[in-house]
C-alpha cells in the first residue's frame, strides 16, 4: 500500500475511535479539546481522519479516556464497533455503536426509538415470566 494511502488510512481509523470514545463519553468537541489543549475545530478534523494527531496529542487523549493507545489505532470491526480490550469489548462496541447512530436524529425520531426500546424490554420481560 501506498504511505500516503496507508497514513490516510490509519488517521480514519484514530478519528473514528476517538469521535466513538468521545461520543460514548457524552463529551462535546469543545469539552474534549479543552481536555487535552487543542481547538475544538482541530478535534473535528482528526475525527474526521483530515488531520493526523501528534504523539502529545495522542497520548493526552488515551489520558482522558483511560484507554491503551494501542485501542486508537484498532481497525472497526465488521459490525461497526470498534476493538476494545476486555471481556464486555462486543458490548460496549455495540452500544458506542447504537450512540453513535442516535447522535444524528432529531428529537422526535429519538423519542420514538426510545419507545420502541421500551417495548421490546417489555415484551421480552414478559416472555421471561411466562416460562
Same mark, same amino acid.
Given at each position: 500500500m501506498?504511505?500516503?494511502l496507508?497514513k490516510?488510512r490509519i488517521?480514519? $481509523? %484514530?478519528g473514528a ?9 457524552? !463529551?462535546?468537541?469543545?469539552e474534549?479539546g479543552?481536555?487535552?489543549?487543542v481547538t475544538?475545530?482541530? $478535534?473535528g @478534523?482528526?475525527?474526521k481522519?483530515q488531520? *493526523? #494527531?501528534?504523539?502529545?496529542?495522542l497520548?493526552r487523549l488515551?489520558? #482522558?479516556? *483511560?484507554?491503551? $493507545?494501542d485501542y486508537?489505532?484498532?481497525s472497526?470491526q465488521?459490525d461497526? *464497533?470498534s %476493538?476494545?480490550d *476486555? #471481556?464486555c469489548?462486543? !458490548?460496549?462496541?455495540k452500544?458506542?455503536k #447504537?450512540l453513535? @447512530?442516535?447522535t444524528?436524529l432529531?428529537e422526535e425520531? %429519538? =423519542?420514538?426509538v426510545?419507545q420502541?426500546?421500551k417495548? =421490546?424490554i417489555?415484551?421480552?420481560?414478559a416472555?421471561?415470566?411466562k416460562?
Amino acid at each position: 500500500m501506498d504511505r500516503k494511502l496507508e497514513k490516510d488510512r490509519i488517521d480514519e $481509523i %484514530i478519528g473514528a475511535n476517538i469521535r466513538l470514545e468521545r461520543i460514548s463519553r457524552r !463529551l462535546s468537541r469543545e469539552e474534549l479539546g479543552n481536555m487535552v489543549g487543542v481547538t475544538t475545530s482541530h $478535534i473535528g @478534523l482528526i475525527e474526521k481522519g483530515q488531520r *493526523g #494527531a501528534n504523539c502529545v496529542t495522542l497520548m493526552r487523549l488515551t489520558k #482522558a479516556f *483511560g484507554i491503551p $493507545i494501542d485501542y486508537l489505532f484498532s481497525s472497526p470491526q465488521e459490525d461497526g *464497533g470498534s %476493538i476494545r480490550d *476486555g #471481556a464486555c469489548s462486543s !458490548l460496549q462496541s455495540k452500544r458506542d455503536k #447504537a450512540l453513535s @447512530l442516535i447522535t444524528c436524529l432529531r428529537e422526535e425520531e %429519538i =423519542v420514538f426509538v426510545l419507545q420502541m426500546v421500551k417495548a =421490546v424490554i417489555s415484551m421480552h420481560n414478559a416472555n421471561k415470566l411466562k416460562k
